[in-house]
């Protein structure tokens, strides 16, 4: 069976940093590529970074570059999320996703708030 669970999200002030981890379990995260999305309330849900299945290709949203960085640890199959210099404009839900045989998954999301 094919899960993704995200963590790491909370509550942060204006300026501070969050490191998101999406764990995967069911297959090895090296046999595809890992995307981490976000939805905030009256919002459609947008990506946000994406890595490949080697590691070697990494694309960022306009509002997340040279801010955010995506990067995966195959030993322990996680992909994981570093966020800083966090605005406000950063507060929603995130989700990581994967895609296999054509088939999407997605994790149960995590909140990330952004307020002073």
């Known amino acids: 069976q094919v899960e993704l669970v995200e963590s790491g999200g909370g509550l942060v002030q204006p300026g501070g940093s969050l490191r998101l981890s999406c764990g995967l379990s069911?297959?090895?995260?090296?046999?595809?590529?890992v995307s981490w999305y976000r939805q905030a309330p009256g919002k459609e849900r947008e990506m946000v970074a994406v890595i490949s299945s080697t590691g070697g290709t990494r694309t960022y949203a306009d509002s997340a570059k040279g801010r955010f960085t995506i990067s995966r640890d195959n030993g322990k199959n996680t992909v994981f999320l570093q966020m800083n210099s966090l605005k406000p404009q950063d507060t929603a839900v995130y989700y990581c996703?994967?895609?296999?045989?054509?088939?999407?998954?997605w994790g149960q999301g995590t909140q990330v708030t952004v307020s002073s």
């Open positions: 996703k994967t895609v296999m045989w054509g088939t999407a998954y």
């Open positions: 069911g297959f090895a995260i090296s046999s595809s590529a």
